[in-house]
């Protein structure tokens, strides 16, 4: 994988999925949104050599796959929400709470990834589910870090 190809693609998907997850879905935002699943899904596609017959299973996995990594999104989108409206005035009960969602929101996602681990391993070789699940890595990896820089630190 070409690290400046995934750079400019994540980052674009990166970018757009914080603009989309945070604002009420209408008739655009529907298409951006999709959009940007379309262009995860190439880049993924890009980067996976699968065979037709492992592409054949290995596809509506990545789907269901996507749709729950979809609700951690929105999770995670409230969860910037609510840090926003509570920064300025952050007490320690509003830091508990935000903390409390963090640690549950990145329970639910090591549990997702175990979930869906076997589920991978029946549709292609398990070295394909670690490269899959390391293509997912970056992806998330330079969105936290989009997130990460322009997020402040609580007061």
């Known amino acids: 994988m070409k690290p400046a190809v995934l750079l400019t693609a994540v980052l674009s998907l990166g970018l757009a999925t914080g603009v989309v997850a945070q604002?009420?879905?209408?008739?655009?935002?529907?298409?951006?949104?999709?959009?940007?699943?379309?262009?995860?899904?190439?880049?993924?596609?890009?980067?996976?050599?699968?065979?037709?017959?492992?592409?054949?299973?290995?596809?509506?996995?990545?789907?269901?796959?996507?749709?729950?990594?979809?609700?951690?999104?929105?999770?995670?989108?409230?969860?910037i929400q609510d840090y926003a409206a509570n920064y300025s005035a952050m007490t320690d009960p509003a830091a508990e709470k935000l903390l409390t969602e963090l640690l549950s929101l990145e329970k639910d996602r090591a549990d997702l990834m175990a979930t869906y681990r076997p589920k991978f391993?029946?549709?292609?070789?398990?070295?394909?589910?670690?490269?899959?699940?390391?293509?997912?890595?970056k992806i998330r990896a330079i969105v936290n870090y989009e997130l990460a820089d322009a997020i402040p630190l609580i007061p």
């Open 23 to 79: 604002q009420e879905p209408s008739a655009n935002m529907k298409i951006v949104a999709e959009k940007i699943r379309a262009d995860k899904k190439l880049l993924v596609a890009a980067n996976m050599d699968l065979s037709e017959a492992e592409a054949a299973k290995f596809w509506p996995v990545y789907d269901a796959y996507q749709a729950e990594l979809g609700k951690l999104a929105k999770r995670t989108a409230a969860l």
């Open 121 to 137: 391993a029946a549709a292609v070789p398990v070295r394909k589910v670690a490269r899959y699940y390391q293509i997912e890595n």
